[in-house]
């Protein structure tokens, strides 16, 4: 069974507009941390923000916000005032397991249109 | 800003040799992991170090996958002999308690 769903295989937004990309997952671990990689075209992984399954407020690290829904096992990621360099792959992810291992999901490509 | 780094960029070995990649954590980090990802694809775990063992690895991390931190420095993971399928991108990780960096990661190419 897949632990981390990315359902959108690819997405477009026009530059400085927000888009929210969607991740859902799948535990059983009352304690577990949930995280988004942005992966660009020259093929390094880039953190971008992280959310503690206690943490009461939704994550926010400048740009990069997450809608965080514990009860819908759901952690959007919104990225508002999109730029061209935001084009990339996307990655969910989430820490488990007692090696802290990450699982992540398929990615989603998001491309900025100018 | 500190960063992972890893050696070398980009490998290419024949099948069945055997290569060694390096990894260079965050220095006040305890945590040490690997990951590959096959072109296209998702990113894969195979193994996560404390301590001086592993902690945890995963069914790919089988009998030809090694990892070790020779010195207080270097964290690297040699595979034994090499086949076609371990054509990959390999990230090495480190981490202070929760958030995992990533280093620029080594592209494998067995031919």
């Known amino acids: 069974a897949q632990k981390i769903t990315q359902t959108q295989p690819g997405m477009f937004v026009q530059e400085k507009e927000a888009v929210t990309l969607d991740c859902t997952y799948d535990?059983?671990?009352?304690?577990?941390?949930l995280f988004w990689y942005k992966q660009p075209s020259s093929g390094e992984m880039i953190f971008l923000i992280y959310?503690?399954?206690?943490?009461?407020q939704n994550a926010t690290e400048g740009r990069y916000s997450l809608n965080f829904q514990k009860a819908r096992k759901s952690t959007n990621l919104v990225i508002s005032a999109s730029q061209l360099g935001d084009s990339a792959m996307y990655f969910c992810?989430?820490?488990?397991?007692?090696?802290?291992?990450?699982?992540f999901g398929a990615g989603t490509i998001l491309r900025v249109k100018s | 800003e500190p960063e992972v780094t890893q050696t070398p960029s980009h490998q290419v070995t024949q099948m069945g040799q055997e290569v060694i990649l390096r990894c260079v954590p965050i220095?006040?980090?305890?945590?040490f992991y690997w990951y590959r990802q096959i072109l296209g694809q998702k990113v894969e775990f195979l193994v996560s170090?404390?301590?001086?063992?592993?902690?945890?690895k995963s069914e790919i991390f089988d009998d030809q996958f090694s990892v070790e931190r020779p010195d207080g420095s270097n964290f690297t993971l040699k595979i034994r002999s090499t086949k076609l399928e371990d054509s990959a991108m390999y990230f090495c990780?480190?981490?202070?308690?929760?958030?995992?960096?990533f280093g620029p990661g080594t592209r494998l190419t067995v031919l």
């Open positions: 220095s006040n980090h305890l945590y």
């Open positions: 535990t059983s671990d009352q304690s577990y941390g």
């Open positions: 992810a989430m820490r488990e397991g007692r090696g802290n291992k990450l699982v």
């Open positions: 959310q503690g399954s206690y943490d009461e």
């Open positions: 990780a480190s981490s202070e308690m929760d958030t995992q960096y």
């Open positions: 170090f404390y301590n001086n063992e592993i902690s945890e």
